[in-house]
């Protein structure tokens, strides 16, 4: 590529702004969502998350962020699991009820008729009707700000439908919520 400047040409800078800082975090592609459920047979819960990301690919490793104040946050660090269950946009009623309700007050499988199925190696439940579980053991933890990051090496996943190859994510990626 010619990088060398025409002379003849006047520069025109672009003009930018300084915002709020977390207009920053918001130029981002849109997040995915995901459920992430936590606790055992006596405190099940489900958490509505955008702050999720893999971390690492060997081992397999995925973050979750979840912030101080919520339920989810005390059954995290309790049990040091977590099962990311990734939802279409079919479940988006229930995506919603479980980002806005804690289940310190609600069972949120029962208020959304989501169905717990037994994880392999973990308390948590599966959420039955999204078509991927990934069950995860906390590795490590840090906390930022408002959140925690819990850092979860992959304990096994549960995929409906056929393995698919390398980076395809087919149908059942997570998908753009906001
Ligand atoms: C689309 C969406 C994304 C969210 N992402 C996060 C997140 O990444 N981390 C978090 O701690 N809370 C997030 N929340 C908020 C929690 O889901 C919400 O506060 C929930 O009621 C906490 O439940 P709990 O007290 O049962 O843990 C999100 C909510 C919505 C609607």
């Known amino acids: 590529m010619d990088t060398q400047k025409d002379e003849t ?3 025109t800078p672009l003009v930018k702004h300084e915002v709020p800082l977390l207009q920053g975090i918001f130029q981002f592609p849109k997040f995915p969502v995901v459920l992430v459920t936590v606790g055992g047979e006596q405190d099940r819960n489900i958490i509505t998350i955008h702050f999720v990301h893999p971390v690492s690919f060997k081992p397999p490793m995925l973050g979750v962020g979840i ?7 005390e059954l995290a660090t309790k049990y040091g699991e977590f099962v990311v269950n990734i939802p279409k946009a079919d479940l988006r009623p229930a995506i919603d009820y479980c980002g806005a ?3 310190r007050k609600v069972d949120k499988f029962k208020e959304t008729g989501l169905t717990p199925l037994r994880a392999s190696k973990v308390n948590a439940f599966l959420i039955d009707e999204c078509p991927v579980n990934i069950e995860c053991k906390v590795v490590q933890t840090a906390d930022l700000g408002t959140h925690t990051w819990f850092f979860g090496e992959i304990l096994t996943v549960h995929l409906l439908g056929t393995p698919l190859e390398g980076y395809d994510r087919g149908e059942n990626a997570a998908f753009a919520y906001l």
């Open 9 to 11: 040409m006047e520069e």
């Open 67 to 73: 912030g101080r104040g919520q339920y989810s946050h």
């Open 101 to 103: 309700h804690s289940g």
